[in-house]
């Protein structure tokens, strides 16, 4: 149910895993061995006496609100505070590569106007610091409920 804020969760800077149709019982099992906190809008996972037990420890998060407000509350709820960003796709660390390892795979006029990239440690996915980052950087800085604006995020130099 929470593919979107996870998305936005890891742009925020936490490891957020998603899985489409996992079963409760998985679910809960791979937070355990994660260590990850279980985010869910159903209700019935968070009646479980291992759940109130918090083994594992679990949120509830609102379906009925838009990604980017769950991810307001959570980080309100939480005290999450904005951390370097990871990769959106997967939840992979983003690390620096040299502009020369990125020539033929950044796309020719963003290789042109840009120097630093980054790299998912995860999925390999590249990264830069272009108009879709921006969009996103702009809407996170919207809603950061806890740290002031420390300028770039992806990831903190
Ligand atoms: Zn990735």
């Known amino acids: 149910m929470l593919c979107g804020m996870s998305r936005w969760l890891r742009a925020w800077g936490y490891d957020a895993s998603w899985t489409y149709g996992i079963a409760d019982d998985d679910l809960l099992q791979q937070a355990r061995v994660t260590g990850r906190v279980v985010l869910t809008a159903d209700a019935g996972i968070l009646r479980r006496r291992c759940v109130r037990a918090a083994d594992p420890p679990a949120h509830a998060v609102r ?11 959570l980080a309100r709820q939480l005290q999450l505070p904005r951390r370097a960003m990871r990769c959106m796709r997967c939840g992979g660390g983003l690390v620096e590569v040299p502009k020369a390892q990125v020539r033929g795979e950044a796309p020719p006029r ?4 840009l120097d630093r990239f980054w790299r998912c440690t995860a999925c390999a996915g590249l990264f830069w610091r272009g108009t879709h980052f921006q969009c996103i950087h702009t809407r996170l800085q919207a809603l950061d409920p806890l740290a002031p604006d420390s300028g770039q995020t992806l990831p903190r130099d």
């Open 110 to 113: 963003t290789f042109l106007w």
């Open 63 to 73: 379906n009925e609100d838009p990604p980017l407000i769950q991810l307001q509350k």
